[in-house]
């Protein structure tokens, strides 16, 4: 026998045992004659590893380690979905898009809890698999993926593709993995969606192999190259390529064949050996979804229904007070640990007083919790019936827990605040904040080491992380503080002065000032300088700063003048680095009025400018109107505004300013 032909015959024979076993769950040879085979194959291959094909079965054992993962980029961005949680949010969503004139036809799949893969094969042959990553960049995990025995290795065609889809554990090899875990005395791994992704990170892929990971394949990146007119279209052809493709996709027709789709899944997902956390929904013509297009995250021809949490009953042992960065006093339920749909809980945030007198808490009670929006653990009720008597009453703190400070609460308002500035609890919390990762971003300065770094007396103001590397040595003699550590924060920080203005405005913690409104500021101000001169008036110009957000913006400025020239003085950069916004200065605070048709610009697109700009738009022409935009078949409205002597725009005016960008 010719060994080369042997070899050839046995990986075809072998793989389409494989495929007909694992993708199409019917068997055509025996355990037996599969393992025969294989064992022949493997001496082969021993004996003439010349002639050992790439796409040989043994290559799932896995063999390959390597020592470090190596980056991908995907060449079209691996996007995730946007979340709903209604069956409100899934109408609006089919109106969002028949608003645009179309009538749309949708696929309807499960939402697996696993992480999504990017696959590529030439000339038919599996050559590399990526995690998503960032979205744009992803990890070369192809040694792990090649062990994934529902993946194939060849194609049934010799094509060149790229296919994506989830990698995930079954619920069943979950289990498998963690009595074998709790056998040696491993940690258990808590659901499956970490186990793939533990497995999947794996640099030796004998361990990978060994985690027996599967797939479901349902994106195809590019269904032009294809031919391919329809989603659905394209989930048959990589299954005819011989790709795993759950048999659950359905295509729907309606709101109605959705819901339908989403009742009998929800009833199912019990039965699967996989979980799944709700249900996506698609436009089926690609067509339709190219001009739907994306937003910054997101496809707008897609979303993710998130099935409602499920609720599981656990003992409140406590209530603590915690002190955040601004002196908010925030009550948090110390639960007996529980798990809730896949971790473990065992605390979680009551808000305020009232939330815990509204729900009449007692410690000691049987709460049920769950997990709101699958993230965010929330008490959502006490079991009347299951109190004993023996439950103490909740009583709200009267002092600051950390500096004992009595409590302020204004009139109106439901939460306790403690007032004294230098708090040490706040102080602490404030610094944590700076240095996180939406703020000055320095890695390595974790929550632990800035509290650690603040009790020892290193840093108590911001100033201080500043001059950190002028103690290097101090520090050093403390436990946990080796130099190799210390020399990387230290850097970090040195990187973080050169941040975009932005994330320093945010980091400040100006009260209501989040990272999308600090962005905002550094838009519209450039400069650090510029924003501390402004006054009330002039922020609340800006679309989305109300009085309130300028008060607030307008008083930190006043009070914090030493502080900014410090950070100044210190080196950080105080300009906004991103893309310039044009603020259209003719159109901030002034009133505007809309009369007749613009040519190719709807009303609402001229309002909208108009608003981002700081202006204000009305229905009616009065003396206080400032401008008023004269288009096609204007009526009354244009002959008021001559009257009042108003400043009338025309049509090529409002086009020419709203191409300035
Ligand atoms: S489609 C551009 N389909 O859910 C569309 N995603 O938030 C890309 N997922 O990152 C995704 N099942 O990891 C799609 N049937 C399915 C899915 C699915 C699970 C995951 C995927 C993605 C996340 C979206």
Redesign the pocket.
Known sequence: MNPQKRIDELTEILNEANYNYYVLDKPTITDQEFDKYLRELEKLEIEYPGYAKETSPTKRVGGEVIDKFNKIRHRIP??????VFSEEEIIAFDESIRKNGYKPSYVC????????GSFHYENGILTTGAT?GDGSTGEDITHNVKTIRTLPLKLKEEIDIEV???IYMSKNTLLALNEEREKTGEAKLQNCRNAAAGSIRQLDSRIAAKRNLDT?I??LPNPEDYGIKTHYDSLEFMKKLGLKV?PA?RLAKNITEILDFIHEYGEKRGKLDYD??GV?I?VNDLDMQKSLGFTAK??KW?V?YKYPAKEVLTKLKDIIFTVGRTGQITPNAILEPVLVAGSTISRATLHNEDNILKKNLKIGDIVSIRKAGDVIPEVVEAKMERRTGQEKEFKMIDKCPMCHTPLVKKENQVDYFCVNKDCPRRNIESLIHFVSRDAMNIEGLGEEIVEELYNLGFIKRIEDIYSLKEKTKEIQEFDGYGEKLLGKIIDNIELSKKNSVEKLLFGLGIKGIGSKTAKLLAENYNDIDNLARSTVEELETIKDIGHILAVSVFDFFNSNRDLIANLKEIGLNMSYLGPRKKVHREITGKKFVITGTIEGISRNEIKDFIELNGGTTSESVSKKTDVVIVGISAGSKETKAKELNITIWNEEKIKQTMKEE
């Open positions: 691996m996007l995730s979905l946007p979340d799949e499960l939402k697996i809890d696993g992480l999504s998503r994506r889809g989830e479901w349902y994106h759950n996709n799944i956390d996506v698609k997101y496809p897609a993710a």
